[in-house]
């Protein structure tokens, strides 16, 4: 029986290369096939269907219009690679006291990273924090993985997030059609998040938005007045907490079923990643629905 380490033990460790390679042997000791193998194939051309060719490579749409029978042809492709966008606003910052949205995206992120890595692909970063956008190619091997990680322990949350910047970039910078996994709270112009994950998905990447939440963020546990602070803006408003709870915590359901909703319309895989959930169990979840769900998408090639 795989042990999981809680939230708070994962993201209390300092090292973070220690942090993400526990979650990932936990991952590996559960038997959790990796869903990072879509590309496996790839369509090259069409031939003259041959007596005992496969059927399932036969191009009916090709047959339709011209009454004749092709297969399609494939060529293997040797690796792949992810790109991991991360938001790294001051949004991302919540909460103050224990775990931080920015601290849980990076553990996941880092795992990710170890994980892909560890099965001979290779991984980049694209990063955007106080406006800056930080870059790393996607490549395999193990110094790349530490410097990978390394660069995310230097970071820290800060500022605003262009969506469309971020994840535009850290999709035109992957030299062939790849994954790109993009990690925030997705709090910001969310026409603007959907039209780009839409475009990215539509260039032919495999797209997925894991949006990080705080539980205080679900719940809204406050009472009586209370000062809140836009952590971006700075703005400070004093509110009665209790007033507009029901309000608050309704119309915070609604965004999240937005976020939800418009990624299934745009064919991008969701999850939600609360902060109070094991990462490993939290990446678990997500890659096995990926694996179940994913595969046929990814390897089929255009007609």
Known sequence: MTTVLSADVVTAIDDLELAARLVVEGLRAGSHRSPFHGFSAEFQQHRPYRVGDDLKYLDWKLLARTDRLYSRQFREATSMAVMLV????ASMAFPDTGISKWRYACVLAASLAHLVSGQGDG???MAMTGGRLTYLPARGGRP???SLIATLERLAPAGNWSPAR???RGAELLKRRGVVLVLSDFQDDEGAIQRELRRVARHG???AMLQVAAPDELAFPYA???EFVDLESGERRLVDAGAIGGAYRRAFGEFLSRSRDAALRDHVDYALMRTDVPPGRALRDFLVRRGGVSDTHRTRAPA
Do not use: A, F, T, W
């Not at 991360?86 to 606003?89: F, Q």
């Open 205 to 207: 990447h495999d797209v």
């Open 224 to 226: 009586g007045d209370v």
């Open 86 to 89: 991360l938001d790294g606003s």
């Open 166 to 168: 971020g994840i535009s």
């Open 144 to 146: 790349h993985l530490r």
């Open 123 to 125: 991984v980049g970063l």
